[in-house]
């Protein structure tokens, strides 16, 4: 047998372990081809796990939650691009119906414009045939 001692700090005091060397070695000589056998079998084959319809039924709805979560956000992204579309070109519709009402406005003042020269040129028209009626008539 073999002795093997352990010191400890300052005050140390000896732990004396007996090992069985041989013994151990005897053991470990017979235990050691034994697991290297059973490793060498578990490397060249692998467990092959089948998997079970719930683990693939999982696996197929976590794929379309997937697919699913895609293209909700390429429809979120889309509609809200259409909404930024439909504001802008509502405000430009706003924008236009403005335009034409002032177009409008002024066509009207314009048109009043006209009626009153139309009239003041009537009016003048007609003073002047008066005057010529009556001097012709003297």
């Known amino acids: ?6 010191f400890s700090g300052k005050n140390s005091f000896v732990v004396v372990v007996v090992v069985p060397i041989l013994s151990l070695s005897l053991e470990l000589t017979r235990t050691l081809p034994s697991l290297a056998l059973l490793l060498l079998t578990c490397r060249s084959n692998p467990p092959t796990i089948s ?14 939650h997937r697919k699913l979560s895609a293209l909700l956000t390429s429809t979120e992204q889309a509609l809200g ?19 034409r009402n002032m177009c409008r ?5 314009t048109r009043m414009m006209w009626n009153e020269m139309d009239d003041k040129v009537d009016e003048e028209k007609d003073k002047r045939w008066k005057m ?4 012709d008539l003297w």
Do not use: F, G, W
């Not at 691009?81 to 335009?99: F, G, P, S, Y």
């Not at 406005?105 to 003042?109: I, R």
């Open 1 to 6: 047998m073999k002795q093997k001692q352990k």
């Open 51 to 64: 998997p079970t319809p719930d683990s693939l039924a999982l696996k197929q709805l976590t794929l379309a």
């Open 81 to 99: 691009q259409k909404t930024l579309d439909l504001v802008n070109t509502q405000a430009e519709l706003a924008r236009t119906i403005m335009d």
């Open 105 to 109: 406005k002024a066509e009207d003042e």
């Open 132 to 135: 010529q009626v009556d001097r």
